[in-house]
């Protein structure tokens, strides 16, 4: 059983910076695939960035360069630093946990980006 909590969200004006944070409770973090998916109005579900257990990474193209994944695995948390955002950023950003036979979703944090 684990429990992910997103944080971080909020309102920021185009070009603006915003840090979110997935808290997991859950010892074995560390041996986890993580990543940040989001959710426009309208739109489907899309992957942003994951991270493996040992560290790679993997961006959608639509946020290469602008924002990055990471992980502290003493403290059982994921990053996502995002920079320039842009309106089209606009979403519910969701959290998730890669077990070996299941996956498990917090229950998303708003962005909202204003031009």
């Known amino acids: 059983q684990v429990q992910l909590v997103e944080s971080g969200g909020g309102l920021v004006q185009s070009g603006g910076s915003l840090r979110l944070a997935c808290a997991a409770s859950r010892s074995g973090f560390s041996l986890l695939s993580m990543g940040w998916y989001r959710q426009a109005p309208g739109k489907q579900r899309e992957l942003v960035a994951t991270i493996t257990s040992g560290g790679s990474t993997n961006y959608a193209d639509s946020v290469k360069g602008r924002f990055t994944i990471s992980r502290d695995n003493a403290k059982n948390t994921l990053y996502l630093q995002m920079n320039s955002l842009k309106p089209e950023d606009t979403a519910v950003y969701y959290c998730?946990?890669?077990?070996?036979?299941?996956?498990?979703w917090g229950q998303g944090t708003q962005v909202t980006v204003s031009s």
């Open positions: 998730n946990a890669q077990f070996p036979s299941y996956a498990q």
